[in-house]
């Protein structure tokens, strides 16, 4: 979808700064939360957890397995 008002530079830049934080925001967030789910699995084998990934967080909620 392109923007008709803006000026054919300011989409240039546009389209620059939502890469850049698509890439801060999405990407590099996402390797850093995956490394810290596979940490936490490591750290505790004996452990269940819940994991439930939104837009903008991570929940971790570890699992009592009482039988």
Known sequence: MTNVTLAPYEQ???RKIDEYFRQELIFKRNRRM???VLELLAAHPDKSFFFAFGAGKI???PIENKV
């Open 12 to 14: 240039v830049m546009a």
């Open 34 to 36: 995956g490394q810290r």
């Open 59 to 61: 929940c971790i909620i």
